[in-house]
């Protein structure tokens, strides 16, 4: 053999190897961030970092969150239910104080739990409905190994709202999401869904989780979105059965036809305010309506200003619900 031939085969060579290592280190990447994102028993999770950085910040509850879970935990009676593929749902439910057919549905965000939405499940209480608080897959009570961003959990609601109208016919329901619970209700928005679910309430809900990751990959790491959350995107198909470009509220919400109403806070950057209209001008719902609270950051629109906020949904629903 030559020497030209024998360098050539040790390029060759040489060329595959380090195609391999490229491989091997780009699925131990995006296997990497799956688990980061979406894993709850991973040894090192997104949610770790925010508990890190809020116990940084020394963030307290304000008067009406402390005073709204202590009513939770004192009034919530458990509720469960087998969604088409088995997984054990779990959510808590609060009958109102009087005969009613009004119900609210409410749902939390991304590594919260129910009780996380204590604020608006009394409220809504308040207003003399029926609320249920279900827990997304992977979160609390509910089983599932991997957090599914809204995605599958909208097919959950779907089941829920199901199982209320099942238990009363006459059953007037409102869904309300904040964060990954917003999307998951714009999600819900874009499905086959019964009469009965008359209007629909995001708080600061993402477009896509492929925009969503995006923007946190850049943000945590400091990286672009090609190619390790390609990666990880093949890694969600394979190992939770979705995909994050068709996680998509925006395309879901091109089929919505109930009334819906969109809050954001305009400094708000986890999930950032263009999103509220990127989301809001493709509703294809003919009553829609959206509200901007002005200083609020993310999931904290309805502590900035709650009298604009409450004013605000109380009139919505008084006219749509």
Known sequence: MSQNARSHR???????????????LLGFAGNFLFDFALNPQAPYTMKM????????????????????RAWFKENRESSSLAADDGTELAAWYFAASESTHDYAVCL?????????MARYVKRFHDRGMNVLAPAARAHERSGGDY???GWPERLDIVAWIERIVQADPEARILVFGESMGAATAMNVAG???????????????????????SLQLKDVFGLPSFPLLDVA?????????????????????????????????DQDTFVPY?????????????????????GATHAKSAQVDPELYWNTVDDFLDKNF
């Open 10 to 24: 040790k390029l060759k060579i040489a060329g595959i190897v380090a195609l391999v290592l490229v491989v091997a």
């Open 49 to 68: 970092m925010q508990d890190g950085k809020d116990a940084e910040k020394g963030e307290q509850m304000d008067v009406e969150e402390t005073e709204a």
């Open 108 to 116: 939390h965000g991304y590594t919260n739990e129910p009780i996380g």
């Open 147 to 149: 957090i599914g961003m």
């Open 191 to 213: 499905e086959s869904l019964p009469a009965n679910v008359k209007c629909i309430i995001e708080d600061c809900g993402y477009t896509s989780v492929w925009d969503e990751f």
């Open 233 to 265: 995107n093949l890694v969600c198909n394979v190992r939770a059965g979705y995909d994050f470009h068709k996680a998509s509220s925006v395309e879901q919400l091109k089929h919505a036809t109930v009334p819906m109403l969109f809050i954001h806070g």
């Open 274 to 294: 263009s999103m509220l209209d990127q989301n809001y001008d493709v509703c294809a719902s003919k009553v829609k309506q959206k509200l901007t609270i002005h």
